[in-house]
């Protein structure tokens, strides 16, 4: 059924009796043309976009627990595209353009709020850092601008400015950055799947990839073996165990990323604002909780939940910056599954194995990507030939000596 202000006041009047679940709940078929692997927002984004965009409907999504219950529904709910390299850029640029027109697009409400990013500058270098990467930003047409600390003031009285270490003396701005609603992302992109034709099976876990003479041509599932023409593997922080299922080693590490969320505050934080100087990055939600995130804990686990030592080092962040949050009570805390890349950027790509397919390595940054992720992972599906924006994100790269090394610090996974 389709949403509308005049579907929900019809709705109020009549009780509310006539709203429908948002989609289907059907049992697999024996076969379909594609398969993808993992119901987060990337697998829901990318049956969308091939319903949608590429008209290939024979479609499922098969998920092994519910809908939100991985990253899709634990991330912080940043949207950016503030990259540097041009590997990274133009794909970050393109996401957040389908995030500006997302909720049109698939009649749902998932609360897109452009409430601007800003990147807070600590030192003279980091200034200069700063300005190149504005400049790239620009070079692919997203907008990026270059505050001072006066015009941050105006925007944060709050920020502790003469902090004897972190001084802050200006920020990177995106005025279209911001937030959305994670969970409503998931629901909205279910939904339009759906209303398409894919089928999305829930509680079914894929428990192996069948692949006969280098052609896959299946899955096993727990609700019984489904065909397939092409497999595509979307499973965030279970990518190197679903590789597995194929015989594949990834270059990618699980580590786990915890977020936190305050108390509800009367409306502060202006928008998204990160820590230049070490890793904390803050915004405020629609009902009033700051919520905000660090690094990850820094060991290989597949583990849904975090350690102490994080908690006080996020914690720590938050207090050199804006020594007010220590005012706030912290109501809840979780973890996620991260799959961290050598390079911190992502693979969308075909494997050795004829028919099936990989999106992985999204790191800390998955979120922002949904959009762009899901239309490329749905372009390479539907024509075996790379996206435009996405042409470096090859499984290949880093044998090949190219890797998109955005943040310059190599295969270390707790510093990208
Ligand atoms: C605490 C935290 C904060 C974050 N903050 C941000 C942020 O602010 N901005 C940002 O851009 N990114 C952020 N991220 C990263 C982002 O959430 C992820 O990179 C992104 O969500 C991953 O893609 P996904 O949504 O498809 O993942 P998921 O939602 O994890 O989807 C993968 C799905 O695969 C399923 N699956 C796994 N194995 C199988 C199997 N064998 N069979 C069937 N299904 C399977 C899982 O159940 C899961 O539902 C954050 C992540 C965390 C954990």
Request: a neutral charge.
């Amino acid at each position: 059924m389709g949403y509308s202000a005049f579907k929900v006041f019809w709705q109020g009047l009549t009780g509310n009796k006539g709203w429908q679940p948002a989609w289907r709940e059907p049992d697999p078929r024996p076969q379909y043309d594609i398969i993808i692997i993992g119901g987060g927002g990337h697998g829901l984004a990318t049956a969308y976009y091939l319903a949608k965009e590429f008209g290939v409907r024979n479609v499922a999504v098969v998920e092994k627990g519910w809908l939100g219950s991985g990253n899709i529904g634990r991330n912080t709910t940043i949207i950016r595209a503030n990259y540097l390299l041009p590997g990274n850029q133009p794909f970050y640029e393109l996401s957040l353009k389908l995030w500006e027109n997302l909720e049109q697009d698939f009649n749902y409400n998932a609360m897109v709020s452009q409430r601007s990013i800003l990147n807070l500058i600590h030192s003279d270098p980091q200034r200069d850092a700063f300005a190149r990467r504005a400049n790239a930003m620009r070079l692919s047409g997203a907008d990026s601008e270059l505050l001072g600390p006066d015009e941050i003031r105006a925007l944060c009285p709050f920020l502790d400015f003469d902090n004897a270490r972190f001084p802050i003396q200006g920020a990177l701005r995106q005025k279209r950055g911001g937030t959305v609603r994670h969970d409503a992302v998931a629901w909205g992109y279910a939904r339009g799947a759906d209303m398409h034709g894919v089928d999305i099976i829930q509680n079914c876990e894929v428990t192996g990839i069948d692949i006969t003479d280098g052609v896959c041509t299946g899955v096993q599932t727990t609700r019984g073996p489904i065909r397939a023409k092409k497999v595509a593997m979307c499973a965030a922080g279970s990518s190197g165990r679903v590789a597995a299922l194929a015989d594949m080693r990834l270059p990618i590490e699980s580590h786990v990323l915890q977020a936190f969320v305050t108390e509800g505050l009367k409306p502060t934080l202006p928008g998204v604002i990160t820590f230049g100087a070490g890793h904390f990055y803050v915004s405020q939600s629609d009902k009033g909780g700051l919520v905000f995130g660090g690094d990850i804990d820094g060991y290989n686990t597949y583990a849904q939940r975090g350690n102490l030592p994080v908690v006080e080092d996020v914690c720590e962040g938050g207090m050199a910056i804006m020594p007010m949050i220590g005012r706030a009570r912290l109501l809840r805390g979780w973890g996620g599954v991260m799959d961290m890349s050598m390079d911190g950027s992502p693979f969308i790509d075909k494997t050795g194995t004829q028919g099936l397919y990989v999106n992985a390595g999204w790191c800390y940054g998955g979120f922002k990507a949904t959009p762009a992720s899901g239309y490329c992972y749905a372009h390479l599906l539907a024509k075996d030939q790379p996206h435009e924006v996405a042409t470096q994100f090859r499984l290949d790269r880093f044998r090949r000596g190219a890797p998109i090394d955005e943040k310059g610090v190599g295969a270390q996974p707790n510093l990208h």
